[in-house]
């Protein structure tokens, strides 16, 4: 498995297909992926296994703060360690900037999966949004990137 910068013209219409099969109605959409691709390049990231996009991970920050605003790993390839690997280089970017505190995400309660991820990384749940997902509550999670809290 390979992790690289996204190169959106090249990697747009399979991020678009991962992020439509596991999202469905929720999806974003070009414009979406635009703005955060031209927000932040050095974290909007991409997996490949064979030379195919099989996951991705886009971020947002402000000054102390960093976001993950969509992560996805294709169906077929789950629970094969993209997802954290996907995860650990976003947190390897943010913990060289001194100036990021926190990483933080929105989860939906029902993907136990992926909570527990996160929980194997370090992030802590803050607190439930209610009626985050237009049929589900969610969870804010954060991690917190002083380098005494980051996983190995």
Do not use: W
């Amino acid at each position: 498995m390979t992790i690289r910068p996204a190169q959106l013209k090249r990697d747009l219409p399979a991020i678009l297909h991962i992020e439509q099969d596991i999202f469905g109605d929720g999806a974003f959409g070009i414009g979406e992926f635009l703005y955060y691709y031209m927000r932040n390049r050095e974290t909007f990231l991409v997996a490949l296994s064979d030379e195919a996009l099989v996951g991705y991970i886009c971020t947002h920050n402000d000054e102390h703060e960093a976001y993950i605003a969509s992560i996805a790993v294709a169906p077929i390839v789950r629970r094969q360690g993209i997802g954290r690997e996907l995860l650990l280089s976003v947190i390897q970017h943010y913990q060289a900037q001194d100036a990021m505190q926190s990483l933080s995400l929105h989860v939906r309660q029902s993907n136990q999966g992926a909570i527990a991820l996160y929980k194997s990384l370090g992030f802590d749940t803050i607190g439930t949004e209610q009626q985050y997902y237009p049929d589900e509550d969610a969870y804010y999670m954060r991690l917190s990137l002083r380098s005494d809290n980051l996983p190995d």
